[in-house]
């Protein structure tokens, strides 16, 4: 299998405080990695590091080989390959549904008009929001909002998605829309890497199961590993906290 992603002893320090501190992954082409752990752990500042939203102390990220925080690297080209859906939606107020996806794949990857309706359009059926390209963001749920923006991140045509706590924003009763979306592209081989607390989708979706905690990832395994029989006490003690079933 392809490595898509290998980060290798990442370390990132806000002044005196260590947010990760030495954190290695492999990633392969096709695989979804699911990060779990306490609020404070650095699965999100790790995330960010993968497309240059955060800058590391030490360490090295390759995507396809390339080392992405070498001063050489071109961050938007990187960030046309990786794109990445955030807790809150931040749409253009002003803007269309359909102006909001399609502005970027405009002025960037240089599409026609006509060409980026036609990937917008796509991409709003592939999210069940084919009736809403006219519609403005103050007329959508917020669970509509956040579809539009995977449609957003979609229609650069991303070789991998990076989705930093998707649903945490959302009413509960929205959360099931996005997270449907969410796996439908898994099951379609997009390579993911989502921190999220939403565990039975992370049971469900996940080939790699991530447990961040103090800024290690302390433990990793399959679903079945991590869920069902984890071998550090600090996995286990924060399940039995969370879902409350080891």
Same mark, same amino acid.
């Given at each position: 299998?392809?490595?898509? $992603? !290998?980060?290798?002893?990442?370390?990132?320090?806000?002044?005196?405080?260590?947010?990760?501190?030495? !954190? +290695?992954?492999?990633?392969?082409?096709?695989?979804?990695? !699911?990060?779990?752990?306490?609020?404070?752990?650095?699965?999100?500042?790790?995330?960010?590091?993968?497309?240059?939203?955060?800058?590391?102390?030490?360490?090295?990220?390759?995507? %396809?080989?390339? %080392?992405?925080?070498?001063?050489? +690297?071109?961050?938007?080209?990187?960030?046309?390959?990786?794109?990445?859906?955030?807790?809150?939606?931040?749409?253009?107020?002003?803007?269309?549904?359909?102006?909001?996806?399609?502005?970027?794949?405009?002025?960037?990857?240089?599409?026609? /008009?006509?060409?980026?309706? %036609?990937?917008?359009?796509?991409?709003?059926?592939?999210?069940?929001?084919?009736?809403?390209?006219?519609?403005? /963001?103050?007329?959508?749920?917020?669970?509509?909002?956040?579809?539009?923006?995977?449609?957003?991140?979609?229609?650069?045509?991303?070789?991998?998605?990076?989705?930093?706590?998707?649903?945490?924003? $959302?009413? /509960?009763?929205?959360?099931? %829309? !996005?997270?449907?979306?969410?796996?439908?592209?898994?099951?379609?081989?997009?390579?993911?890497?989502?921190?999220?607390?939403?565990?039975?989708?992370?049971?469900?979706?996940?080939?790699?199961?991530?447990?961040?905690?103090?800024?290690?990832?302390?433990?990793?395994?399959?679903?079945?590993?991590?869920?069902?029989? /984890?071998?550090?006490?600090?996995?286990?003690?924060?399940?039995?906290?969370?879902?409350?079933?080891?």
């Amino acid at each position: 299998m392809t490595e898509k $992603l !290998v980060a290798s002893r990442i370390r990132k320090a806000y002044g005196q405080h260590q947010v990760l501190k030495g !954190v +290695s992954l492999a990633v392969h082409t096709n695989d979804v990695v !699911v990060m779990i752990g306490p609020s404070g752990s650095g699965k999100s500042t790790f995330l960010r590091t993968l497309n240059g939203l955060e800058t590391i102390d030490q360490g090295q990220i390759l995507i %396809d080989q390339q %080392d992405i925080h070498a001063k050489s +690297s071109n961050m938007n080209q990187i960030r046309e390959k990786v794109g990445m859906v955030f807790q809150h939606f931040n749409l253009f107020p002003h803007l269309t549904v359909l102006d909001n996806i399609t502005m970027a794949a405009i002025q960037t990857k240089h599409f026609t /008009p006509q060409e980026a309706k %036609d990937h917008a359009i796509h991409y709003l059926e592939l999210v069940g929001l084919a009736n809403k390209q006219d519609s403005y /963001p103050a007329q959508l749920s917020g669970g509509q909002k956040q579809r539009v923006a995977i449609a957003r991140a979609l229609e650069m045509e991303p070789e991998m998605m990076l989705f930093d706590e998707p649903t945490s924003a $959302l009413d /509960p009763e929205m959360v099931g %829309d !996005v997270l449907n979306v969410m796996h439908q592209l898994a099951q379609n081989g997009m390579t993911m890497l989502i921190v999220t607390h939403e565990m039975g989708f992370a049971e469900a979706v996940a080939d790699k199961v991530l447990f961040f905690d103090e800024g290690y990832i302390q433990e990793q395994g399959t679903p079945q590993q991590i869920f069902k029989h /984890p071998a550090n006490p600090r996995t286990k003690a924060f399940l039995n906290k969370v879902i409350n079933v080891i």
